[in-house]
């Protein structure tokens, strides 16, 4: 069985840092390209990064560049997002999924999903 696990969530107060870890079971991570979305109350789940396969491509939403950065931890089969300067709109739940394919942004082309780990970011 496929399932992907965030953790790293929590707390934080407005331009502090938070990094969030994706580990996969059931899967080849490498296989895949890794995104993070996010979730805010009572809106839609959004596009946030993306990492390819090799790890030589990154994609970001603008709202998050310069500030975030994703990478692949091959040693341990694990996809993190560095987040800094943080904003209070950066508050939502994060979810990561696995894609066949590279350059989408839309979560239909994602899969996998986890249970989703909550950053709040306090002004």
């Known amino acids: 069985q496929v399932q992907l696990v965030e953790t790293g969530g929590g707390l934080v107060q407005a331009g502090g840092s938070l990094r969030l870890s994706c580990a996969a079971s059931?899967?080849?991570?490498?296989?895949?390209?890794v995104g993070w979305f996010r979730q805010a109350p009572g809106k839609e789940r959004e596009f946030v990064a993306a990492?390819?396969?090799?790890?030589?491509?990154?994609n970001y939403a603008d709202s998050v560049k310069g500030r975030f950065t994703i990478s692949r931890d091959y040693a341990k089969d694990t996809v993190h997002l560095q987040m800094d300067s943080l904003k209070p709109e950066d508050t939502a739940v994060y979810y990561c999924?696995?894609?066949?394919?590279?350059?989408?942004?839309?979560?239909?082309?994602?899969?996998?999903w986890g249970q989703g780990t909550q950053v709040t970011v306090s002004s």
């Open positions: 059931g899967l080849t991570f490498t296989d895949y390209t």
């Open positions: 990492v390819s396969r090799g790890g030589g491509s990154t």
């Open positions: 999924g696995a894609s066949w394919d590279w350059g989408s942004k839309r979560i239909i082309d994602f899969g996998s």
